[in-house]
């Protein structure tokens, strides 16, 4: 995807796109979004992370939680305060922080819809 062309630097350079808790979802979530490693809360629920970039307006989460197309998470990722403590948000803080590690965005950067 043209978009995608501005992050190929580093695609799959952190993280092993061969190693997801749900591989089904290449056919429906990674052949469009941006893989970022695999996740267990602290709960221990599995989750495979990523972002989803539009090309234009905003860079949002990519997260799955099962090979069953459709089972997944989504929305903006923001660089504003949420509540530490709450389980939800866990996911959403870590696919953020994993983005700034990688450089898809900027320490501070606001991405909005």
């Known amino acids: 995807m043209k978009h995608l062309q501005k992050f190929e630097g580093f695609v799959s350079k952190t993280w092993d796109e061969n190693d997801k808790f749900f591989p089904g979802a290449d056919e429906w979530m990674w052949n469009y979004c941006i893989f970022l490693g695999k996740f267990t809360d602290s709960t221990g629920q599995n989750f495979?992370?990523?972002?989803?970039?539009?090309?234009?307006?905003?860079?949002?989460?990519?997260?799955?939680?099962?090979?069953?197309?459709?089972?997944?998470?989504?929305?903006?990722?923001?660089?504003?305060?949420?509540?530490?403590?709450?389980?939800?948000?866990?996911?959403?803080?870590?696919?953020?922080?994993?983005?700034?590690?990688?450089?898809?965005?900027?320490?501070?950067?606001?991405?909005?819809?």
């Open 48 to 113: 495979d992370l990523g972002i989803h970039d539009d090309g234009d307006r905003y860079i949002s989460a990519a997260i799955v939680h099962s090979n069953e197309p459709g089972d997944y998470y989504s929305g903006p990722l923001t660089n504003r305060p949420t509540r530490k403590n709450d389980v939800y948000d866990e996911k959403y803080r870590e696919t953020l922080k994993r983005a700034i590690e990688s450089g898809y965005i900027k320490e501070g950067e606001i991405i909005n819809y």
